[in-house]
């Protein structure tokens, strides 16, 4: 394993055009994100991924994980750290919406874990096993900070695995890296199909935004665990976690993404 120190250089030398590049080193999160519950987020880059569809070596964590969800998922969904995200939704406006970890833990009781290759596996393993929340993105052609904020309305992504785009209301919190939005919480919870993780991803962001009772170190500890079986089939990854920066938000500008 190794994990790297966040005290990145802000600029770096692309090797192939000879150019200047900003580097993805911190995340910048609004106060009036933080203010429905986002406390703590986490994030970090995890690098030198080699994607396949095959994960075998992730076998007996699949079946450890679905077994216990089978006998007992409300061990899992009782802890007030996967309740709290509900409180999250209410506070972005959409009660009644059912969290990110919480559909995962639910979709695995009643079908099983959905594979697809090792590194989306990996993660989602980390995921259920606490029930929270994590979001994955192919950042590899992508620089600069990681911003969180509220939608002024009417952003769009492209979803992963859908057909029709999804529009932001006003208030709900997007994510996103050089204007380009990764996802969206809102009435829907989803990430942006052009940043989904692939055969031809080598570098991702992990995210784990959190609520108002995960600690800084739970969210950093399932960033580690779904780290940690990342590593089982990529061996040579890094792991790199970002500063976090608070900011206020009419100090920030805010880029939207084409659908």
Not at 71 to 100: K, M
Not at 103 to 130: F, K, P
Request: negative net charge; contains cysteine.
């Amino acid at each position: 394993m190794r994990i790297l120190s966040s005290n990145l250089p802000k600029y770096i030398i692309d090797s192939k055009s000879n150019r200047e590049i900003e580097t993805m080193d911190r995340i910048v999160v609004t106060e009036d994100v933080q203010r429905l519950g986002i406390k703590n987020p986490v994030g970090c880059l995890i690098s030198g991924l080699e994607v396949r569809s095959g994960a075998s070596e992730l076998d007996e964590h699949v079946e450890k994980l679905e077994r216990k969800i089978s006998e007992n998922s409300e061990e899992i969904l009782s802890r007030e750290e996967v309740s709290a995200y509900h409180d999250v939704f209410e506070a972005v406006g959409h009660p009644g919406q059912e969290p990110a970890g919480e559909q995962l833990v639910r979709l695995i009781r009643e079908q099983g874990l959905n594979r697809h290759n090792n590194v989306v596996d990996a993660y989602n393993i980390a995921s259920a096993e606490r029930g929270m929340g994590l979001g994955m993105h192919d950042v590899t052609a992508l620089s600069g900070d990681v911003y969180v904020h509220r939608a002024s309305g009417g952003e769009r992504i492209l979803p992963i695995f859908h057909e029709q785009p999804v529009q932001a209301t006003t208030g709900d919190v997007l994510h996103e890296v050089g204007g380009q939005i990764l996802g969206i919480l809102g009435p829907v919870d989803r990430d942006a199909g052009a940043y989904r993780v692939t055969e031809a991803t080598d570098q991702a962001l992990l995210l784990s935004l959190g609520n108002e009772k995960t600690a800084e170190e739970d969210n950093r500890a399932v960033c580690r665990r779904a780290y940690d079986l990342i590593c089982e089939t990529c061996p040579d990854a890094t792991l790199t976690f970002l500063d976090v920066r608070t900011r206020d938000a009419t100090d920030a500008d805010s880029a939207v993404a084409s659908p």
